[in-house]
């Protein structure tokens, strides 16, 4: 890996320009596909970006190879937010997963390239750091209570300090976030959509005793989460909380669908269990009202689908002054340049909650080298000049894109439901 860096460019008073001469997309599949930009500069500095966007990769390829890097060539990488600020206002149509996770690409490699023009990972640009290390959850999960608190005593045993829980619903024949494999999860796994089978009551049954077992197993001090993926009512949602509030999770997360933000107040008004949203969000305005009212605790909003730093920082700043805390979004359909560029932002914000935490597979790892390393329940950036990451173009060209989609859900009567 080439984490090299040319030294700080000064010349007194004038800023010398990093111009853009080379941008290209590298879509790679070392076990799930990946889509990164990279940006290279005429001082030989390159910068990368994370674009995946699960399940839709190639919208976000041909945004960027056809709309976004004719119009980068040329430009002066330092510019960061001038080139933020030319994307997003200069499409007109505004938002939207594509384009944001697009414009987050070009965010993350500028932030990388300046950091290496200074010579200093990007968390000093960014302030320094607010804290020593960033505290992760893992995702536990069985066919069964039993084997999903199994799977938590491993997590425990491995010093994690937060664990997701997620079991198989009685009845049902999968259920979202629990798998074969115990260490990686894949949900987008065939190449047309497969169709899961949902029941929000047998749901609702099994999810209480699971977090009832959990607390009196594995003592006070772990902390607990759990998933719904945007599968219950309000009303629902303010009774599951209910259920769940004497085992003190740490937070339920996307406990309703967000499209109207105003879901969140009914459930509020009814329960004190912490409430997380946000990881399908793509900007500020996803989540302004849910903010500004404190009808959450945490954003989840993540770098490459909601802007990239420059935009997640000032969501950040956002939440802050609302007492919200940020927790970042890290399945493994965000590269490991996406972990890269959350590391630096978690430990630079002085309201970071919560990191996401699921282990990428060792050919992922391989394509993408990376700096960050996991110890004792905290994720360490290190000294690295940039984000701290990199892409092997040889290997990931040994890995062909292959057409992969995220399940679609149903009710027991056929009906379409939220997945
Ligand atoms: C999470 C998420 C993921 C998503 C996945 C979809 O909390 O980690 O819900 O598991 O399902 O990122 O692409
Ligand atoms: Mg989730």
């Given amino acids: 890996m080439d984490m090299s860096t040319k030294p700080a460019v000064s010349r007194g008073d004038v800023a010398i320009p990093q111009k853009i001469v ?56 330092h510019r960061i937010e001038d080139i933020w600020q030319y994307l997003y206002r200069g499409a007109y149509w505004r938002g939207g997963p594509v384009g944001m996770s697009a414009i987050a690409a070009v965010d993350m490699a500028l932030w990388d390239i300046k950091g290496k023009v200074a010579g200093l990972p990007v968390y000093q640009l960014m302030g320094g750091r607010c804290r020593d290390g960033v505290m992760v959850y893992g995702h536990a999960n069985g066919e069964s209570i039993d084997a999903t608190l199994a799977a938590a005593k491993e997590y425990a045993a491995l010093g994690y300090k937060a664990i997701r829980l997620q079991c198989a619903v009685p009845g049902l024949p999968s259920t979202y976030g629990v798998s074969k494999d115990k260490l990686f999860y894949e949900p987008a796994d065939a190449d047309l959509p497969t169709e899961n089978l949902w029941s ?68 509020r008004q009814h329960t004190t269990i912490p409430l997380a949203v946000g990881e399908i969000f793509s900007s500020i305005w996803d989540c302004k009202d849910l903010i500004q009212n404190q009808l959450i605790d945490y954003i989840r909003a993540t770098v490459v ?33 996406s972990m890269a560029a959350a590391l630096n932002f978690d430990v630079s914000i002085p309201n970071f909650g919560i990191q996401e935490y699921m282990r990428h597979t060792d050919a992922t790892d391989a394509v993408f080298p990376h700096a960050y390393r996991f110890e004792d329940g905290y994720l360490h950036v290190n000294e690295t000049p940039g984000l701290g990451v990199d892409i092997d173009e040889d290997l990931a060209g040994e890995f062909p894109y292959r057409r992969a989609y995220l399940p679609v859900n149903r009710l027991r009567d056929g009906t379409m439901y939220h997945w």
């Fill in 22 to 77: 080379d941008a290209r997309v590298i879509v790679t599949c070392p076990g799930r596909n990946f889509v990164t930009l990279k940006i290279v500069t005429d001082q030989g500095v390159h910068g990368v970006g994370d674009a995946t966007l699960n399940g839709r990769e190639l919208a976000v390829v041909s945004y960027l190879r056809d709309h976004v890097i004719p119009c980068l060539i040329g430009r002066d990488a």
């Fill in 200 to 267: 929000t009551e047998a749901y609702m049954r099994v999810v209480p005793e699971l977090f009832a077992r959990a607390r009196a197993e594995l003592g006070d001090d772990v902390h607990l989460l759990h998933d719904v993926h945007h599968r219950l009512t309000p009303i629902e949602a303010a009774r599951l909380g209910k259920d769940l509030e004497a085992y003190r999770l740490f937070w339920l997360e996307d406990a309703v669908v967000a499209e109207n933000q105003e879901n969140f107040r009914l459930i």
């Fill in 305 to 337: 689908h909601a802007g990239g730093l420059t935009h997640l920082r000032k969501i950040a700043a956002f939440a802050d002054i609302h007492n919200v805390r940020t927790g970042c979004h890290g399945a493994t359909d965000l590269s490991p340049v």
